[in-house]
């Protein structure tokens, strides 16, 4: 179509792009509002900072995000990525000084389970980046420092069952075991669990103490916040509830994990040969053999168990001086794969040099062995875990 001047005109294209302007426009009203009415001061046209930001939020002096904002027409994820993607590079690009960068993305309708993809997305390419969904039907959904109060749910059906699917995570996914050992750390003796020792008033502290994304830890303090396992008059991240947080643990431990039954290839004294195959691979004791290393042994006659990061034919073959069983034939060790790979090398301890799995990990490890791991668990329960898990404090 051309106009009387003979300049060719693309109604349905300024259509498009006045929609996208009046969408844009919307999602940087909405999310100015969002953080109003929470308390925060509300810069819309931040003043020497970048250009390309959408706004610069205040909640006190050195609490600063500087804001990159992306409205997608709608709300599915393949439409949401690109364009978070986009609102991180704004946001980096933008932060200054104390400011840090928070990446949203609005639509008109998103959906928890593409506000899921987002954070997920978040956490493995842009983990350092507070992050934002919101939608214009009521969905808020935030993750960074402080700015939890932000989040409220969609009042329509099923929020309340999806709740946890977007907030939650797993509370003891392998990194958020590594965290847990740090907030018990300084209840341990350095030679029954290795590991960070100090008092952390913040997800921030704690993440550079686990040497583990703000993010991560964010969410991990997050969730022992809302099931209630911290302590609401502590000036630091204090474990409460501790009797049914150590039976969920224990509890998150009893699925089936990988192991194999291997031989020295060389005759030999077996204790010799384990020392040595320890010392060359990337492997500790566990259950039962980590148990006797830390003087709490209380099962004889069961093959030493001794984890490695992965079981697959090519990480097997990569192992030397020990092969698979024949049909018939006894262990000399069992091989197991590691289920919380990060948790537990992390947290080795090396008693006599030799590298063996902290207490805790030992009393979720045997806690369901059928040989005799239970009567273990108790002993190690009596005379080590008792007064941690204690409600008296």
Sequence with gaps: MHDSDGVMRHPKRTTKSSAALERGQQAVSLLAEIFQKAGWRVESKPKGHNSELDMIVRLSGDVIYAVGLQAAVEGRADRLLPLFSQAVLQSQ???????????????????????????????????????????????????????????????????????????????????????????????????????????????????????????????????????????????????????????????????????????????????????????????????????????LGFVEGVPPYVYVERIQPSS??????????????????????????QSIFRGIVRPKGMPVSDVLQVWLDVSSHPSRGREQADLIRKRVLEPVIRENR
């Design 93 to 295: 690009h933008g932060a200054a000084g104390n400011a840090r960068p928070l990446a949203v993305v609005a639509a008109p309708k998103i959906s928890h389970g593409a506000a899921q993809q987002i954070f997920e997305f978040a956490e493995r390419y842009a983990p350092n980046v507070a992050v934002g969904v919101i939608d214009f039907e009521g969905l808020r959904s935030f993750r960074g420092p402080h700015l939890d109060g932000l989040n409220a749910e969609v009042p329509r059906k099923a929020s309340i069952a999806t709740k946890a699917t977007i907030f939650a995570g797993h509370l003891f996914s392998d990194l958020n075991q590594w965290m847990l050992k740090i907030l018990l750390a300084t209840e341990f003796s350095e030679e029954l669990l290795s590991a960070p020792r100090g008092e952390y008033r913040n997800a921030s502290q704690l993440a550079q103490a686990a040497n583990v994304s703000i993010m991560s830890a964010f969410r991990f303090v997050q969730q022992l916040q809302s099931e209630g396992f911290l302590s609401e008059s502590s000036s630091y991240l204090n474990l409460v509830r501790r009797q049914e947080l150590f039976q969920r643990w224990q509890a998150s431990t009893l699925r089936p994990i990988k192991e194999v039954n291997m031989r020295f290839l060389l005759k030999g004294q077996p204790t010799t040969q384990l020392s040595r195959f320890l010392y060359r691979s990337h492997a500790c004791l566990a259950l039962f053999a980590a148990a006797q290393a830390l003087k």
């Design 316 to 341: 097997l073959a990569a192992l030397k001086n020990i092969r698979p069983c024949e049909p018939g034939e006894s262990p000399d060790l069992i091989v197991r794969q590691a289920p919380a790979p």
